[in-house]
């Protein structure tokens, strides 16, 4: 097997990106200063919501809004199984119990139907999943919140730039929550945050970032008083300036990334029309993201080892969250909870996309893609 040459996901740099970054390292400020809070008033601007939450990464984020929405033991939050473990990891952290629904078998995103028929008098919260970078029915997941009164959380880690019916993501959900790891649409090296319109919501994830403490060092430094106290059990979920000076330079570059890759996803498209290999279905009324174009392989274990011995960095996301060990042994989670995703997860398979890569590129991935 070679060495891997195009991996399926990466971060673009350039010489803007490393003198921000340089600019803040001579700043007086490495973190809790003047960037983090022009970063979020930098995503706030694009997608349209009213407050931002910058943290240390996306599971951050997930973790805070479930600490500002209250989850606590006993608590159940409805949860696809199609995503990172970080989605369904969140609600452990505060004691709570994740509870499995299906995903649609066309998008793999969350099937509203089946987010309902989990419903129960214990569940405080619905969790959405952008998975790969589509926008999920918001529509049918807001009735559904709003019938059972349920908070409503957008984990778009996948989805920065998506809209759904014209209205963006970041306006969707009560609390929506952005990851800015390398793979993403833009990156802060590690970093996250979380949108709300809702000042309480924001208020208490802003404490919990910061050990739960109601005044950061450069808020006390800048109205003279040394006084805190701490109100919350918080977590030390900081993110430095010199990341934030980054992630606002990326944001300028983030319209056009977001053109360039639906241009190369359009290339994938028409390389693959008329074989076995099957992307995902894009609905007509989203503003598609492209983090990651997924395919369903008749024979994707051989298309994986093929891709590899190229130099081409495929993967698989993901192994549904309840077929892991650990939700395994300490949920008794199984095979057959959630059939749908099951079923996807033995022929998906994630083939390379991000802006550096050019139409040759796809064409090549393709072309070994095709030929198994």
């Not at 404490?207 to 006390?220: D, E, K, L, P, S």
């Not at 369903?296 to 190229?310: G, I, M, Y």
Request: proline share 5%; glycine share 8%.
């Amino acid at each position: 097997m070679s060495e891997k040459l195009l991996p399926y996901g990466r971060q673009v740099i350039d010489d803007d990106d490393i003198a921000a970054v340089a600019d803040a390292l001579r700043s007086d400020f490495l973190t809790t200063g003047p960037a983090v809070e022009y970063f979020e008033a930098g995503v706030c601007a694009f997608t349209g919501a009213k407050r931002g939450v910058a943290v240390s990464s996306g599971t951050a984020g997930l973790h805070a809004a479930m600490h500002a929405l209250g989850i606590r033991p006993g608590d159940e939050v409805i949860v696809p199984p199609m995503t990172f473990a970080a989605t369904a990891n969140c609600v452990l952290y505060q004691g709570g119990r994740p509870v499995f629904a299906d995903v649609d078998a066309e998008t793999l995103l969350l099937d509203p139907a089946a987010a309902e028929s989990a419903v129960s008098s214990r569940t405080k919260a619905l969790i959405g999943v952008d998975y790969a970078g589509q926008p999920c029915d918001w529509e049918a997941l807001r009735k559904i919140a709003d019938k059972h009164g349920l908070a409503l959380v957008a984990d778009a880690c996948h989805a920065l730039g998506a809209e759904h019916k014209g209205r963006n993501v970041g306006t969707l959900a009560d609390i929506t929550v952005f990851s800015f790891h390398p793979v993403k649409h833009i990156t802060t090296g590690e970093g996250g945050m979380c949108l709300t319109d809702n000042a309480a919501l924001a208020e208490r994830m802003r404490r919990f970032r910061n050990h739960g403490v109601t005044a950061t060092a450069a808020q006390r430094e800048k109205s003279g008083a040394w006084f805190y106290e701490m109100t919350d059990l918080g977590r030390n979920y900081r993110i430095t300036d010199f990341q934030c000076a980054l992630g606002a330079s990326q944001l300028k570059k983030l319209p056009a990334w977001l053109k360039k890759r639906n241009e190369l996803a359009d290339a994938y498209d028409a390389a693959l029309a008329g074989t076995a290999v099957r992307p995902l279905v894009k609905r007509p009324d989203r503003f598609h993201a492209r983090h990651l174009y997924v395919v369903r392989h008749p024979r994707r274990d051989a298309a994986f080892r093929r891709l590899c011995e190229h130099g081409i960095g495929a993967n698989v996301h993901y192994i549904p969250v309840h077929l892991h060990p650990y939700y395994r042994n300490k949920l008794g989670t199984r095979e057959g909870l959630c059939p749908v995703a099951e079923e996807a997860y033995r022929k998906i398979l994630t083939l390379p996309l991000w802006p550096g890569m050019t139409e040759n590129d796809i064409e090549d991935v393709s072309a070994h893609t095709r030929s198994c």
